[in-house]
């Protein structure tokens, strides 16, 4: 029995866990995302369920109010106001209330931004890439209406 | 009293446990954070259809305007006022629709003749509409904005030709350097290396036709 302890004993101190190789592995993957992180990247996030078009060249830093267009939808700063089918923009799934609340609230975004002096009259349109031109221009209509006139057409640049 | 002798073993053990784990939740961290796609923008301004601003305009577009035109055939490319040879082509359809490098290579023969000038319209006159689609409008603002892209390669030996340039001091002593008016071989680039001296300031400067006006409503 105590012949048995011992030997136990002995193979535990022969025990050596060789994690060499994963320190390794691991400052490799640490140094890929420290190297892949934009650090530059535009103010703002880029919206969900749309494939922006990619770009060569652009500008990478810059704020404004944010316009998303998808196939089913229309937001203004995050927040969906038009339910639309396939891009059409003639006839929202909500009606002429949704083109009337997207109204409303570029109209309160405004209002605010001139009380507080930061109305500056930019807007970064965020669209998928096959968003056809006719429900671009009906939105940038409403947006020139309510003072946006320099329009900020978003992509994701190629690296 | 307890003497040392040189001959003692020392045995130490490096911890390194409390460091992978810093290491593993800074990778969490990353991963979770991270913006593996880079957002940029393309500004265009819209068309202002007030008096005022279309007096303001008068004077520069009298002497020279350009525009870009969607068209059902093709991008037209044309240009008037006083200080242009009037140009009216029609860039015609490509395999894939719009043929936007060859509207780039149009646009930076026309840059080299009128290094001034930064304006540019874009118009869409289409009976089609729904044929002109975001992406489209992005690439057509990305090549008429900026004169030296990686993918243009090719065509970057026409901004040699640019003259009356404005060079800051820096660029100024590396054109003495190089002796300018002399002809001399430039050195091969290695692959995605960036283009170097005075002719590359125009591309750093993204000093292509960068003041942009869209004219989404028709209004133009």
């Given at each position: 029995m105590e012949s048995t302890f011992k030997k136990h004993r002995h193979q535990e101190s022969n025990f050596e866990l060789q994690i060499t190789a994963l320190i390794d592995t691991l400052v490799i993957i640490l140094i890929f995302l420290l190297k892949s992180i934009?650090?530059?990247?535009?103010d703002v996030e880029q919206g969900k369920h749309m494939t922006l078009p990619m770009v060569f060249n652009g500008m990478t830093t810059g704020k404004g109010s944010r316009l998303d267009i998808t196939a089913e939808a229309i937001s203004w700063n995050g927040q969906k106001y038009l339910d639309l089918q396939g891009f059409d923009t003639k006839k929202p799934l909500n009606g002429d209330d949704g083109w009337k609340a997207l109204n409303t609230a570029m109209d309160a975004t405004v209002k605010q931004e001139q009380a507080d002096k930061?109305?500056?009259?930019?807007l970064l349109l965020q669209a998928d890439?096959?968003?056809?031109f006719p429900a671009l221009q009906e939105v940038l209509r409403v947006a020139k209406s309510h003072g946006y006139k320099d329009i900020r057409f978003v992509g994701a640049k190629y690296n | 009293m307890k003497v040392f002798s040189k001959e003692e073993h020392l045995d130490t053990e490096l911890n390194i446990v409390p460091i992978i784990d810093c290491f593993v939740m800074l990778i969490c961290f990353l991963l979770f954070t991270a913006a593996f796609t880079q957002l940029v923008f393309l500004e265009a301004k819209m068309t202002s259809n007030t008096a005022a601003a279309a007096q303001k305009s008068r004077s520069e577009l009298d002497q020279f305007r350009l525009v870009v035109t969607f068209e059902d055939q093709g991008l037209r490319l044309a240009t008037t006022g006083?200080?242009?040879?009037?140009l009216n082509i029609l860039i015609p359809m490509g395999k894939d629709g719009y043929d936007f490098k060859a509207l780039h290579a149009k646009l930076i023969s026309l840059k080299s003749e009128f290094p001034e000038r930064y304006s540019a319209d874009i118009e869409f006159k289409m009976?089609?509409?729904?044929?002109?689609?975001y992406e489209k409008i992005t690439s057509a603002i990305d090549s008429i904005r900026h004169l030296s892209d990686e993918e243009y390669s090719?065509?970057?030996?026409?901004?040699?030709?640019?003259?009356?340039l404005e060079l800051n001091s820096t660029e100024k002593e590396k054109n003495r350097a190089r002796g300018h008016g002399q002809a001399r071989q430039e050195p091969a680039r290695k692959p995605g290396e960036r283009e170097r001296g005075p002719e590359a300031a125009l591309s750093r400067r993204g000093a292509g036709w960068n003041r942009i006006t869209a004219a989404p409503d028709g209004l133009g």
């Open positions: 934009a650090t530059d990247t535009l930061t109305f500056d009259g930019k890439k096959k968003t056809p | 006083n200080a242009s040879n009037k009976k089609q509409q729904r044929a002109v689609d090719v065509l970057r030996v026409a901004q040699k030709k640019v003259k009356n």
